[in-house]
């Protein structure tokens, strides 16, 4: 897992877990949070794998604290997908 590096701006973020309850409770504890703007989630509709936030580079740095400490979510940086690689 890529360390998440606290800097100032924002950026986009996958939350997952093999747990759909756990993701579906963060997402709902997320709701509370200004701080977290869900985008979208991916997976069932009833029981989503990851779900994708903007946040603050510091936040979700914070998150990857919290979430080691857990081991029941995990947090990493949305890089864009390309068909060819890095071209």
Do not use: C, W
């Not at 200004?34 to 914070?62: C, R």
């Amino acid at each position: 897992m890529t360390s998440i590096q606290s800097q100032p701006g924002h950026g986009r973020y996958l939350v997952s877990s093999m747990d759909s309850g756990k993701l579906s409770q963060f997402i709902a504890e997320a709701q509370q949070d200004a701080e977290l703007q869900l985008l979208e989630t991916i997976g069932p509709g009833d029981s989503p794998h990851t779900a994708v936030f903007d946040m603050a580079h510091d936040k979700a740095a914070s998150l990857q604290q919290r979430f080691k400490t857990s081991g029941e979510l995990s947090i990493e940086p949305d890089q864009p997908l390309s068909l060819f690689g890095n071209s």
